[in-house]
């Protein structure tokens, strides 16, 4: 395909929340290398606090504004901002994007149309799959971060051919951006002589956290002196909240919504928990390696990709809680162990998990599709 001057790209998804999935893609619309690429992102459904550092990059963001599971004005909507923005490559990310996204961009004879699958995705239904299993013969890809959610797919009669595998990347920690562990416990109003146990990202039932209250008080009955703080807002918080009350947990958990300093706050946890039941490539636990804080999650496909066990961390299986309680009792204690892992895992992000080298993955592939 011959052209002369930089190739728009449009990515399209249903919202621009603090979610794993949609940071990937700011972090990828802002990242590539506008000599080869002009890109656009297309909100979906609504926008949200990701937006501004779009367009601090010079990104132009376009709201759609879907109001129901099937709208068609939406639809069409896309369609001419599509045809507006005249792009040579449609990226869609998650499902309602994902479906509306490729049949919009089909329709308005967009060179390269790809997708994006980010999760093992186990509510989806019958229809739901077959719409993916219908757009996946029609188009000319999809990416995502797991071989886990390949096999997924291809279970559900997605042929694996259809996806390329790009890891997860997270940006490198802005030194001058640190604050101290007597800083970070004070904002979180724990005591100094804790120990920091977090959590971080939103507060969906397929991250686990119910577990990990009561593994947290399970862990404070024993030693009393731990602390565990989830940094993360959702629509199980009000439910969250009452588990732990009912469960006595308040001395021990935390839960303090989203907070824009979580990064700063980071690297001063003992311990990092990820208890998903389902999942693609985690962010948070690529942060809390690139970070130096131990992790410990459950023994699900995304999280394999990341933890190899007893070496870049420690894996438990989904519900096993007494495990998590007792492996980080043990972690707790040892300093040796820790300082083990967190090398061992460290080594890993910085070897296979930068944010260029996931924006030059996504770039190799676009020219690759284009040049077919």
């Known amino acids: 395909m011959n052209r002369t001057g930089p190739i728009p790209v449009c990515l399209i998804v249903p919202t621009l929340d603090q979610g794993g999935a949609e940071k990937q893609l700011v972090m990828l619309a802002c990242g590539l290398d506008r000599s080869l690429f002009t890109p656009s992102v297309i909100v979906l459904t609504r926008t949200g606090p990701l937006e501004s ?23 069409y909507q896309l369609l001419r901002t599509i045809r507006r923005i005249k792009p040579d490559i449609v990226h869609t990310w998650i499902f309602a994007a994902n479906a509306y996204g490729r049949t919009a961009a089909l329709c308005a004879k967009v060179p390269v149309v790809v997708g994006s ?56 920690r802005q030194a001058d951006q640190e604050i101290s562990r007597q800083s970070a416990f004070e904002r979180l109003g724990i005591p100094a002589s804790h120990k920091l146990i977090l959590s971080i990202g939103r507060l969906w039932h397929q991250k686990g956290y ?3 209250i009561w593994s947290a008080e399970m862990l404070r009955i024993l030693r009393n002196d731990i602390s565990y703080v989830v940094l993360g807002e959702g629509p199980e918080r009000q439910r969250l909240e009452s588990y732990r009350d009912n469960i006595r947990g308040g001395a021990a958990v935390h839960l303090l919504g989203h907070r824009t300093d979580a990064k700063q706050i ?13 999942e693609g490539q985690s962010n948070g636990i690529l942060e809390a390696m690139q970070a130096g804080v131990p992790v410990l999650a459950t023994d699900i496909p ?15 299986q989904v519900g096993d ?8 009792n043990q972690l707790l204690d040892d300093s040796q162990e820790r300082s083990r892992l967190i090398q061992s895992a460290s080594e890993l992000v910085a070897r296979q998990h930068s944010a260029s080298m996931m924006i030059q993955r996504h770039q190799d592939w676009y020219l690759k599709l284009l040049n077919r």
């Open 53 to 75: 550092q779009l367009r601090s990059a010079g990104v132009d963001v376009h709201v759609i504004g879907k109001n129901a599971t099937a709208d068609p004005w939406a639809w």
């Open 302 to 316: 995304g999280n394999r990709d990341l933890i190899e066990n007893e070496k870049t961390g420690i894996l438990f």
């Open 321 to 328: 809680v007494d495990r998590l309680m007792r492996i980080s």
């Open 210 to 212: 119910k577990d990990l």
């Open 117 to 172: 699958e980010r999760s093992v995705d186990p509510w989806k239904g019958t229809w739901q799959l077959t719409i993916d299993r219908f757009l996946a013969k029609r188009t000319h890809g999809i990416s995502t971060n797991s071989q886990g959610v390949v096999d997924f797919y291809h279970t559900h009669g997605v042929d694996e051919s259809n996806f390329t595998i790009i890891p997860n990347g997270i940006e490198p």
């Open 266 to 278: 980071l690297p001063h946890a003992d311990l990092f928990w990820n208890g998903s039941l389902y």
